[in-house]
């Protein structure tokens, strides 16, 4: 596999809380093996919920039509 020549900064940004993920700081690795679950990656959730590590797009709309809607 080629190396991701952003992990460095990528690292830097990461929020995901989950230890032992090969995926860390590799964004487009981190997104394919969620999107197939139609799940999103930690860094779209807000920390609170990020660390339930319920990361379904049913709970990312939750959260976010929340936040947005009220
Ligand atoms: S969001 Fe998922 S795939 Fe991405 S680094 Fe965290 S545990 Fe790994």
């Given at each position: 596999m080629v190396e991701?020549?952003?992990?460095k900064k990528n690292l830097e940004l990461?929020?995901?809380s989950y230890n032992g993920c090969s995926n860390h700081a590799v964004c487009?690795?981190?997104l394919?093996?969620?999107w197939?679950?139609?799940e999103l990656p930690a860094c779209l959730f807000p920390a609170e919920?990020?660390?339930t590590y319920?990361?379904?797009l049913a709970n990312f709309i939750r959260v976010w039509s929340k936040e947005?809607?009220?």
């Open positions: 991701c020549i952003n992990k990461c929020t995901c487009c690795e981190c394919r093996s969620h197939k679950n139609r919920i990020e660390k319920d990361r379904s947005v809607l009220f």
